[in-house]
């Protein structure tokens, strides 16, 4: 069984940055799906963004598209994403997930993912 945390979050102003990292211990990741998840306060965890084992591909939801970047670090193992022009509907507790299966496609159901940390909070100010 993997497990996954989260770090990175933090209290930022619109516009700012953040880089959130995702370290797993217990087994090696590189051959999963990985990916990032948010919950904002009474609302429905949603995806974000993420990457095939093989980081030959990613997505990303189109709230995010072009602001933040998914990438992982296998001999780290490691995942990161860089969030750039935060804005405060940013504004969520974040969280890793991995894929359950051995090099399965990238999807974007909570559904398709275990192993999820605890999460990081993002909190960003106008």
């Known amino acids: 069984q993997v497990q996954l945390v989260e770090s990175g979050g933090g209290l930022v102003q619109a516009g700012g940055s953040l880089r959130l990292s995702c370290a797993a211990s217990?087994?090696?990741?590189?051959?999963?799906?990985m990916a990032w998840f948010r919950q904002a306060p009474g609302k429905e965890r949603e995806f974000v963004s993420g990457?095939?084992?093989?980081?030959?591909?990613?997505a990303y939801a189109d709230s995010v598209k072009g602001r933040f970047t998914i990438s992982r670090d296998n001999a780290k193992n490691t995942v990161y994403l860089q969030m750039n022009s935060l804005k405060p509907e940013d504004t969520a507790v974040y969280y890793c997930?991995?894929?359950?299966?051995?090099?399965?496609?990238?999807?974007?159901?909570?559904?398709?993912?275990?192993?999820w940390g605890q999460g990081t909070q993002v909190t960003v100010s106008s």
């Open positions: 997930a991995g894929g359950r299966s051995a090099y399965d496609v990238l999807r974007r159901s909570s559904y398709e993912y275990n192993g």
């Open positions: 990457i095939s084992w093989s980081a030959g591909s990613t």
């Open positions: 217990g087994r090696s990741i590189r051959d999963r799906v």
